[in-house]
């Protein structure tokens, strides 16, 4: 069985470009969390789905943030309009059904932003 | 609110030694479950263990022991014996339902 894939694993981009990321999670599992991870702190929530459902959206996520999981599978994260301060590691993880509440999480997605 | 506090940033010790991590989590949620990660150099987020609020019993898996005690809302971790491959740095994490909230981590260096 294989982890939760990100791609790619680093972006590195000019401010006021849109990037877009994507995680697969292990299969069957129905629910799919981004988080957000800067240098020396420890990730915090984004937003998580289940299935196709889109459940919780932190304030963290502004306008410029978009997530979808069109299928209940594969996720994307898009940023419109990238910052400075966009500048992050975005993570993402995938939990089973049921009672089962341990997030896994894949590599992340490392974002640059010049 | 929620709340993680990881008063350790960082902590060095000799192979062989025992350390222990400590991790206070504040919430009004009756039912709740920690967790531990560990985040190697290469950055990936390795689960150790998740504990719910109703289990206050200890726990041991190898070197690695979880002491959870409800009354002081502390989930401290300790790890026998330590190991250069130990060197990593170590979330705590809590959360009720969808979301985890994570402390800022410590910064666990074993050197030989």
């Known amino acids: 069985d294989t982890g939760v894939s990100q791609d790619p694993r680093h972006k590195i981009t000019k401010r006021g470009q849109n990037v877009t990321f994507r995680c697969d999670p292990i299969?069957?599992?129905?629910?799919l969390y981004w988080y957000r991870q800067t240098l020396g702190q420890g990730p915090e929530f984004l937003t998580y789905f289940q299935n196709e459902a889109q459940l919780e959206k932190s304030r963290l996520l502004s306008d410029r943030f978009s997530a979808e999981r069109p299928k209940g599978s594969f996720s994307t994260l898009e940023i419109q309009r990238t910052e400075q301060g966009d500048s992050a590691m975005y993570l993402c993880?995938?939990?089973?059904?049921?009672?089962?509440?341990?997030?896994?999480f894949g590599a992340g997605t490392r974002l640059s932003v010049l | 609110a929620q709340k993680v506090t990881q008063a350790q940033t960082e902590i060095s010790v000799v192979e062989k030694e025992d350390v222990t991590l400590d991790c206070v989590y504040e919430t009004r949620d009756t039912t709740y479950y920690l967790f531990w990660y560990k985040q190697p150099p290469s950055g990936e987020l390795v689960f150790l263990i998740r504990r719910n609020s109703f289990d206050e019993q200890n726990e041991i898996s190898g070197r690695y022991s979880w002491n959870f005690q409800k009354s002081t809302s502390s989930f401290n971790f300790t790890i026998t014996a330590s190991q250069v491959v130990d060197s990593a740095v170590y979330f705590c994490a809590g959360g009720s339902q969808g979301n985890l909230i994570f402390g800022k981590g410590t910064k666990l260096s074993v050197k030989p």
């Open positions: 299969s069957e599992h129905n629910r």
């Open positions: 993880a995938s939990s089973s059904p049921v009672g089962e509440t341990i997030q896994y």
